[in-house]
């Protein structure tokens, strides 16, 4: 029975072995291109660096006895500038070159007397927990800037020039929902439904009440706000950044 492909309906999963050993990298592409990996590889320390760097690959499975420039040197120049995933080979095995190539940033380690089933086990897991990691990052909700104010969705923190806002659950929404529109209008309806998701108990005339609060929470002055502005007959808007009075 054949071996399962990576990347049934994909193009190939493109993979770089830094290794001196000619023949371990020919029988390494054998084995993993009917899988569905494209195998570049390198003979020397500087060669796989110059590689990496040009890349893109999904994985390097990178050796450390290498000519020119050794295992970790490359690792440690890789990490300055990618966090592609890398799996560590070495033909010795100790505890202490095993240490130094994680705490490098290598994702993984082998010793040269891998079976291919294992380097295959090993090369989809790191290639998952790097593909896991990444799609975490990129769902994050990033941080909202407006002018010295800045918003961390996440934490659900709020500063003001680096100091910490003590702000009640409502007041951090509607900051949050201001910032998020900054330079446009948000009618007292929208504010609610975006608090009302959170069931808190706020009805329309209290999203003015709310808001009075938070301007005092940032220093606003209503009559003339570096902030909230408040739109007759229509709602709300947070000044943008590069307005008049907003620093």
Do not use: W
């Amino acid at each position: 029975m054949s071996a399962q492909r990576d990347n049934p309906a994909g193009s190939p999963v493109p993979i770089l072995i830094v290794d001196d050993d000619v023949k371990l990298c020919r029988l390494i592409r054998e084995y993993l291109e009917p899988l569905g990996y494209e195998v570049t590889a390198a003979h020397t320390g500087p060669e796989g660096l110059q590689a990496a760097e040009q890349g893109p690959f999904s994985a390097i499975i990178l050796d450390v006895m290498l000519p020119g420039m050794n295992g970790f040197d490359v690792l440690r120049s890789l990490r300055a500038k990618s966090n592609v995933p890398v799996l560590m080979l070495t033909g010795r095995g100790e505890e202490a070159d095993r240490i130094v190539g994680l705490e490098l940033g290598a994702d993984d380690y082998l010793p040269k007397t891998f079976s291919t089933r294992e380097l295959l086990a090993r090369l989809r897991a790191t290639i998952r927990r790097s593909s896991v990691t990444r799609e975490q990052a990129e769902a994050r909700e990033p941080e909202v800037l407006v002018g010295n104010l800045s918003i961390d969705p996440e934490a659900r923190r709020a500063r003001l020039s680096g100091q910490a806002l003590a702000l009640t659950a409502v007041e951090f929404d509607l900051l949050l929902s201001l910032a998020k529109a900054a330079g446009r209008i948000r009618t007292r309806e929208q504010l609610l439904n975006e608090v009302a998701d959170r069931n808190f108990d706020v009805f329309d005339r209290s999203i003015d009440v709310h808001i009075s609060s938070l301007r005092k929470k940032l220093g606003d002055d209503s009559k003339s706000p570096k902030f909230i502005v408040t739109v007759r007959s229509a709602g709300y808007m947070m000044r943008k950044p590069d307005s008049e009075g907003l620093v």
